[in-house]
């Protein structure tokens, strides 16, 4: 079963860095875009950073920007997230969403399982 394993969140300190990556298991054969999302408790999901694997473009929201850098290494079928910087304001549970191509054909667009990032002041 096809699905997308995130990892990396945790608890930092305001001004410290964080790298959450995203891994797509099963018959993947490409990873063809990911974004990144966060949601906090009763507020809708907020876009982050995106990125294509057709010329690696990027594209970010403007609160992360010169923060976060969003990468994609589809030899190892994971996306990154590297947060650096981190604000109090960061707080959120963070989702990668990836459109995947499939080993055998089609593509299909899922989302990760969600990873908690606290950073204290």
């Known amino acids: 079963q096809v699905q997308l394993v995130e990892s990396g969140g945790g608890l930092v300190q305001a001004g410290g860095s964080l790298r959450l990556s995203c891994t797509a298991s099963?018959?993947?054969?490409?990873?063809?875009?990911m974004g990144w999302y966060r949601q906090g408790p009763g507020n809708q999901r907020e876009f982050i950073a995106r990125i294509t694997a057709n010329g690696g473009f990027t594209t970010y929201a403007d609160s992360v920007k010169d923060r976060f850098t969003v990468s994609l290494d589809n030899a190892k079928n994971t996306g990154y997230l590297q947060m650096n910087n981190l604000e109090p304001a960061d707080t959120d549970v963070y989702y990668c969403n990836a459109d995947l191509t499939f080993q055998l054909g089609g593509h299909r667009r899922l989302w990760g399982q969600g990873s908690q990032v606290t950073v204290s002041s």
């Open positions: 099963g018959s993947i054969f490409m990873i063809n875009e």
